[in-house]
């Protein structure tokens, strides 16, 4: 009787533990997806905090960060109304990339970030081709942009 009642213990404690591990696991990965989620990393060392980077290229666009030294050419141009277009070329390894990611994600939205802002989502309907594409910003959003690309504003 009394090894009987042991066994019962020892089986309690057992689902007991592995219903633990099992709800930490669980607890874990949900976090992970969380922290994924908000645009944050693993956690570095062994903090338990979700790690958010901040972005500080000039433009993104979707994962593609663009800095001033991956411009080969800028122009603003405006347009009656509030708007502005930036035409950009880029350079090729940008550009390829660009082309690379939009074809893979045609169906999709591509956001557009200025200076960490999102300016914008379009949906890809295409690959964007080549090395030269336009953004129709609102203007302070298209001279923020020169800007901080290195382009004279007028």
């Not at 090894?3 to 633990?20: N, T, Y």
């Not at 960060?65 to 035409?87: C, F, M, N, S, T």
Request: overall charge negative; aromatic content about 6%; glycine content about 8%.
């Amino acid at each position: 009787m009394a090894v009987k009642k042991a066994a019962q213990i020892g089986v309690a404690v057992v689902s007991l533990v592995a219903s633990f591990w099992a709800g930490s696991a669980f607890q874990k990965s949900e976090y992970a997806d969380r922290c994924l989620d908000l645009g944050g990393g693993r956690n570095p060392g062994q903090h338990p905090i979700c790690v958010i980077e901040k972005h500080t290229a000039a433009l993104r666009l979707g994962p593609i960060e663009v800095a001033k030294k991956d411009i080969v050419e800028i122009e603003v141009r405006y347009e009656p109304g509030e708007q502005a277009l930036v035409h950009l070329k880029l350079r090729p390894e940008i550009a390829s990339a660009l082309t690379a990611f939009t074809a893979a994600s045609v169906g999709q939205n591509l956001d557009i970030w200025v200076d960490g802002e999102l300016v914008n989502s379009v949906n890809i309907a295409e690959a964007v081709k080549g090395d030269q594409f336009i953004l129709a910003l609102a203007k302070p959003q298209a001279e923020k942009l020169a800007r901080l690309l290195g382009a004279n504003v007028e």
